[in-house]
């Protein structure tokens, strides 16, 4: 684990430790330093054995990076998952590790109120999870396509 959380930066590290991580699995040994690199990477494990994390922890530390030199704007991180279930599933596992790192998580799927759907149109997340039918429609809106041209990392799950 040394080599793996030395990989990332101390605010990171800190939330790993607040979160009370002891070691990583080795699907996320495997793929933290791929997706560091900027590399595309396809994880194949398991259920449970992390791979949420072993993408959304590098993915977290290059955005970050980015926004220390001030590169970011719109939506930069879109988080693709086949089922609003596990939408929220995703969102209720990354939105308190994402408010302490300053990361906006937002959830977007056919059940999201209207007034949400217009705050995220105009004052967009810094990550959005959604589902590919909810993606197919917002594509169309010019806001959203603006906020979407920013995007840096896709993760389909």
Not at 19 to 46: C, M, N, S
Not at 93 to 104: P, Q
Request: with cysteine; proline share 5%; net charge positive.
């Amino acid at each position: 684990m040394a080599n793996a959380f030395s990989l990332f930066s101390k605010l990171l590290r800190e939330e790993i430790q607040r979160a009370g991580w002891k070691e990583f699995t080795e699907i996320q040994k495997l793929a933290f330093p791929v997706i560091l690199r900027g590399e595309h990477a396809l994880l194949i494990a398991p259920t449970g054995t992390g791979k949420t994390e072993a993408t959304c922890l590098p993915v977290f530390e290059l955005f970050i990076r980015e926004r220390e030199k001030g590169l970011q704007g719109g939506i930069s991180i879109l988080y693709v998952t086949p089922l609003r279930a596990l939408n929220r599933d995703i969102f209720r596992r990354l939105i308190e590790i994402g408010k302490r790192l300053g990361i906006d998580v937002q959830v977007r799927h056919g059940d999201t109120a209207a007034g949400v759907r217009r705050m995220q149109a105009l004052k967009p997340p810094n990550m959005l999870i959604t589902t590919p039918e909810t993606l197919q429609a917002i594509l169309p809106g010019k806001r959203m396509q603006k906020h979407l041209s920013s995007v840096r990392w896709v993760i389909v799950d």
